[in-house]
């Protein structure tokens, strides 16, 4: 399945640092799909155990916590419970030492042993509460002990005879994934070539009205009519395939939300995961930037989030993704935001192909459509298909980014089509796992060290 763990209670205005913190939710997502869908082989406890020993023990700092913890200094250093655990000696934990988190596993050993009411109420909940309130928000033990996972029917769409399985609202990621491959699918992208200019056109042209959607429409389905049927319908797309020209960019101010009612009937972590019994399972779950507020709630080694960044302040505003936010999206009580999560899984004849999904805020759309265009269209391998460069475009800003590595001639093609390109660095981390013939492979997307297990 495609989980979002992180549902959220809303706060309303205010400046203060703790108002970002709204309800955690992996903790109850987590469990509650191991009492779904657990084989009855691994309790809770067998599944927590080995965080539990990581957290009590140490891992080396290295790789991507190594480049991290430097960045996130700033946002860590202010609080004295954060720097107690990720500070030695005054300064971030550097290359080759170890981070030892005793409080984390401290809060593991209880949720193993008692479940997930041992976090959502109690001396760990209370402490969450407290951290949240002590800075100035409004997080209660009460919304801890009230939050309950939403289990919602995942969004289905077919491209060129692959069924497209992913995240439904309050994620937008589903929803404009199959949207947009509802618009590419009158293209021929192979024809055009993998990395060519007027694949890379028309791809650009395809996310831009999608991104326009996703700021008119998208919100809480439980608080918000969202035309899910309608934005994800062959005929609505073709409406907005028909408003592109394949020669020539579309300014954003001549992009707006369609209509899709006449066709309606009613910093981030990816892993994909896929055992030998077939089954597979695609996860995104975050704290919004990268550590959250920053803010360890003492005696938890819990990082508090700062997710109510992803609800709209008001209409028209941008969020810190660039993202523009509209009503269907604004801050409610017991309201979760909008996000751009897309966990996806692509069938065949019913058969596993592909399970993939990314972090990287406003580029997670595109990010797992470029994946899923490069296999589909472009017959690229699973390792091609996640490394290739990509571009971006989310409406506004009206910037066409594009990662290093795209040839000059191209971004010079691109820009005289009238293309704003910005060239800049990677973002995302597409770890994915591809099936067919038997065979099982996954691929690490090397913009963020990404890494591959095998087990039993």
Known sequence: GAWDTDGLAGADGGAAIGLPVGVPGSVRGLAEAHRLYGSGRFTLADLIAPARALARDGIPVEGGLADSLPRAADRLGRWPSS????????????RGETLVQPDLAATLAAIAEHGPDAFHTGPIAERIAAAA????GVLTPADLAAYRPAIRQPIRGTYRGYEIVSMPPPSSGGVHLIEILNILEGFDLAAMGAGSAQALHILAEAMKPAYADRATWLGDPSRSEVPVRGLTAKAYAATLRAAIDPARARPAEAVKAGDPLPYESDQTTHYSVVDRA?????????????????LVAEGTGVL????????SAKTGSVNAYGLVGGPANAVAPGAR????????IVLKDGR???VTGSPGGSRIISTVLQVIVNVIDFRMNLAEAVTAPRIHHQWRPDVLFAEDGLSP?????LRAKGHAVRVGSSSGSANSVMTGDGLVAGAADTRQRGTLAEGE
């Open 278 to 294: 077939g089954n597979a399972v695609s996860t995104t779950t975050t704290l919004n930037f990268s550590y959250g507020l920053g």
């Open 304 to 311: 508090l989030n700062n997710e109510m960044d992803d609800f």
């Open 133 to 136: 309130r002590r800075v100035g």
């Open 337 to 344: 935001p909008l996000s751009s999560m897309t966990p996806a």
């Open 352 to 354: 596993l192909v592909l």
């Open 83 to 94: 720097r107690a655990v990720f500070f030695r000696d005054g300064r971030p934990l550097q």
């Open 409 to 413: 001639d191209t971004l010079a093609l």
